[in-house]
Nanobody, 128 residues
Framework: QVQLVESGGGLVQAGGSLRLSCAVS????????MGWFRQAPGKEREFVIA????????GYADFVKGRFTISRDHAKNTVYLQMNSLKPEDTAVYYC?????????????????????WGQGTQVTVSS
């Protein structure tokens, strides 16, 4: 069973930075395409950023380009979301998602239904 645990959320002022972590167990992250999504109160869950299984391809939502990056640490089996230049509209619960596979694919996935496993979410609040 694959489990994902997010951490690193909190309260930050506009313009600040946060790094979210997604610790994965039950499967090595090298065998998973990974993604981050977020959901603000009263809104649907939306795609933020994704990384392909082979780590060569990254997809971004337009609203995060140039501000957010995704990375992974194989030794810690953890995926990170680095968020810079945060804005109040970035306030949301952030979720990590994994799509295990068996090929060294360069595909990344932007739809929530593409992912098989989800974390419990971590709250990010950006004050103005």
């Amino acid at each position: 069973q694959v489990q994902l645990v997010e951490s690193g959320g909190g309260l930050v002022q506009a313009g600040g930075s946060l790094r979210l972590s997604c610790a994965v167990s039950g499967r090595t992250i090298s065998g998973c395409a990974m993604g981050w999504f977020r959901q603000a109160p009263g809104k649907e869950r939306e795609f933020v950023i994704a990384l392909s299984r082979n780590g060569d391809s990254t997809g971004y939502a337009d609203f995060v380009k140039g501000r957010f990056t995704i990375s992974r640490d194989h030794a810690k089996n953890t995926v990170y979301l680095q968020m810079n230049s945060l804005k109040p509209e970035d306030t949301a619960v952030y979720y990590c998602a994994a799509k295990p596979g068996f090929t060294n694919s360069a595909n990344y996935y932007t739809a929530h239904y593409d992912y098989d496993y989800w974390g419990q979410g971590t709250q990010v609040t950006v004050s103005s």
